[in-house]
């Protein structure tokens, strides 16, 4: 099994299995994550609350911060300690190969509301990061 470029045949990564030709897209992807692959995933700019208690110092936040501040585990509520637990395991796992070396404060913001944040499409920007 190879990759193979046929760029021209969609939004999706082919492979070459013996002479068959298989399609990985979206579509696969979604199916297997079993994460939200639909909706927009603008966020409009708000203050995060998160970054102002715990990155305060910080001129932008890295998946190293974060790293530290989970290993850390100094939080001042167990809401808190789940909110930065998700971003961790969204921006170290599924997006951990995202050429970004911040975290968009946006994701922050979005943590705080546990309802938007479970609503949000992760896997259109997991997918995006996977194709990189």
């Known amino acids: 099994m190879r990759l193979t470029d046929h760029s021209g045949m969609g939004d999706a990564l082919w492979f070459e299995v013996g002479e068959d030709l298989g399609r990985f897209s979206i579509n696969e992807f979604c199916l297997i994550t079993g994460m939200k692959c639909v909706g927009s995933t603008h966020l409009f700019a708000v203050e995060s609350r998160l970054i102002r208690r ?16 989970m ?11 789940v909110k930065l637990s998700l971003l961790y395991m969204i921006f170290c796992i599924p997006l951990s190969n995202t050429n970004s070396v911040k975290i968009d404060p946006k994701f922050f913001a979005l943590a705080d509301n546990l309802d938007d944040f479970n609503d949000f499409p992760w896997d259109m920007l997991s997918w995006e990061a996977t194709r990189l």
């Open 54 to 69: 715990y990155f305060s110092t910080l001129r932008g936040v890295s998946k190293e911060n974060l790293e530290l501040q």
């Open 71 to 81: 290993s850390n585990a100094n939080f001042d509520n167990d809401d808190d300690a």
